[in-house]
Structures are given as structure tokens and as C-alpha cells.
């Protein structure tokens, strides 16, 4: 745990229940299609395992790695990607799956990237939306949880590398 000062957000029940409500409506979206699920790593690996375990249409994966540029040229929304996918997904219904959108920047830039990879159709789903600190607008199909401007960890993300492995979502009070 990060300790005492950390509060719960979202409990592993409001989590769980969240997701397989996203797992049904997406599979009932998706009907008689194959869609190919991107997951972010590396803060989406977990929910990407969770909500993969509710699909019920057939569906392949795939992941893309990326690490945001240094803090001056973070505005430009430049990302860098560290891990491509491996398959091609022209033609193919793409849903790409994010633990966190804050300013939107690492988003929009993804979405362009696969757009212009021509794929038959492009959908996102967000486990989380921060949607107070947003500077570009993008455009989200499915999403799991508005939360008020707090830095959270836990469920797949990060503070320093730390905390993914936790089971609910908690605000990283300062200074803990
Ligand atoms: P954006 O480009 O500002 O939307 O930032 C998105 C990325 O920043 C996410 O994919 C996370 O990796 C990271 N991030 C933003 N907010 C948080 C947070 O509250 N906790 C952990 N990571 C965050
Ligand atoms: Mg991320």
C-alpha cells in the first residue's frame, strides 16, 4: 500500500462491476464482428485482462508501448512509441483500450497514428477520465469512470513504476 495517507477512489467490486458492464456493452456493439482490441501499456495491462474475460465476440490483441517526450515538448503532444503493434489493422474494427485520459494529448496522438493505418473502424474505451485537466478534445466510446483532477494509482497505474499491482484505485495524497 502507499501507505496511510492514499484514500480509495473506486473499490475492486465498483471496478469489477464497471468492467463487465463495458465487457457486455462492447461485445453487444461489436456483434458478428472480429475487432481487435490495442492495449496501452504498460498502465492498460490489467484492464485489458479484465475486460478481456468479458468478450463474448472473437477478438484478437495486440499492444502498442509509449513514453511521452520530455516535459518541454509534452504540449506538442508528442509521443514517442516504444513497442509497435505487430500486426497490420487495415480493415480491421479497432478498439483501442487506455487506463487514464488526463490532458488528452497521448490519446489523440494514438488515434491519429492507427487512423491513418486505414482500419475499417476506430473505437476507444477509457477505464478513467480525467476530464477537468483535458487540452485537446477526444473522442471516447466507452469509458469506465469520470474522477474529479486527483493523481491516482493502482488497477494498472503507475506513481514511478509503483502501485499497478493494487486492486482499487486510490488518490496518491502529496508528499506520500
Ligand atoms: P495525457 O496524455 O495527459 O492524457 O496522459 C495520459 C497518460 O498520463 C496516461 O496514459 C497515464 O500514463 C498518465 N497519467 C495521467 N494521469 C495519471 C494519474 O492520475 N495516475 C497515473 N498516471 C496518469
Ligand atoms: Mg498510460
Known sequence: MPGERAKVLITEGEIQ???????????AD??????VVVGVLKGAFIFVADLARHLTVPVSFDFMAVSSYGA??????????VKDLDESIEGKDVLLVEDIVDTGLTLSYLQRILLSRKPASLKTCTLLDKPD?????VALDYRGFEIPNEFVVGYGLDYDQKYRNLREILVLARGS
Open 17 to 27: 462491476a464497471r468492467v463487465a458492464e463495458l465487457g457486455r456493452q462492447i461485445s
Open 72 to 81: 518541454a515538448t509534452q504540449s506538442s503532444g508528442e509521443v514517442r512509441i
Open 30 to 35: 461489436y456483434l458478428g464482428k472480429e475487432p
Open 133 to 137: 485537466r483535458r487540452k485537446v478534445e
